[in-house]
């Protein structure tokens, strides 16, 4: 006779370890946020060299990333740690691919407009 519930089975073969979504998302924000946050306060509140501050502010966004993502993950009892952490550093960069490709478009566009009306 068995003394476990239906869903025994079903949770048996529930595989957690896969990246969660908003865990990715929050964590994402909390670098970008911990890396403008220690820009600002080392360049513009304490009056450091700008190298100095890109360090803090690069090192500010590992950190905020790495905590939230291991906290959140560890707050929900997944064991996707790294592919929530993995995942984030990715939006974080292909943000900044977007970002960077929107720019250039953007100065190519105004170039052309400057040279097609001047």
């Keep these: 006779m068995d003394s476990g519930t239906p869903y025994d089975d079903f949770e048996a073969d529930f595989d957690d370890t896969g990246p969660s979504l908003p865990i990715i998302l929050i964590s994402a924000a909390c670098g970008v946020a911990f890396g403008v946050i220690g820009l600002y306060l080392t360049y513009t509140v304490a009056g450091w060299d700008l190298p100095a501050s890109v360090f803090v502010a ?20 997944s064991r996707a ?23 250039l478009v953007g100065a190519l566009a ?9």
């Design 81 to 103: 740690a790294m592919a929530n952490i993995t995942m984030s550093c990715g939006l974080i960069v292909i943000s900044l691919i977007f970002l960077g490709l929107c720019m």
């Design 58 to 77: 690069a090192l500010g966004a590992s950190a905020g990333l790495g905590i939230a993502g291991a906290g959140l993950t560890s707050l929900t009892g």
């Design 110 to 118: 105004a170039t052309l407009l400057l040279v097609g009306t001047g």
